[in-house]
């Protein structure tokens, strides 16, 4: 089994900063992309941003320039760097990996973490 734990989340007025975690935990051979969603209430999931395991990065253009994703692969965690944040960043943020559990199946599982809030109020 694969555990994602995520951290981080809170209250933070307008223009504030936060710092998300992911650790991912278990039966992990490799992990491939790591990536952040966002869900919020009465919207779909969308992509906040990615990141490969050579470190290329993708965002969304909503937080081009405010965000920065970022990866340990030693310690398997993904982190989110939220600066300058609006009231549009609240939400519940999920991160997201591909992984290959076994050296013996080129097959990929994509787990999820439990989300953590952000909201962005005075």
């Known amino acids: 089994q694969v555990q994602l734990v995520e951290s981080g989340g809170g209250l933070v007025q307008p223009g504030g900063s936060l710092r998300l975690s992911c650790a991912a935990s278990g039966s992990i051979f490799r992990i491939y992309t790591m990536g952040w969603y966002r869900q919020a209430p009465g919207q779909q999931r969308d992509l906040v941003a990615t990141?490969?395991?050579?470190?290329?990065?993708n965002y969304a253009d909503s937080v081009k320039g405010r965000f920065t994703i970022s990866r340990d692969n030693a310690n398997n965690t993904v982190y989110l760097q939220i600066d300058s944040l609006k009231g549009e960043d609240t939400a519940v943020y999920y991160c997201?990996?591909?992984?290959?559990?076994?050296?013996?199946?080129?097959?990929?599982?994509?787990?999820w973490g439990q989300g953590t809030q952000v909201t962005v109020s005075s």
């Open positions: 997201n990996v591909d992984l290959q559990i076994t050296r013996w199946t080129a097959v990929t599982y994509t787990y």
């Open positions: 990141i490969s395991r050579d470190g290329s990065t």
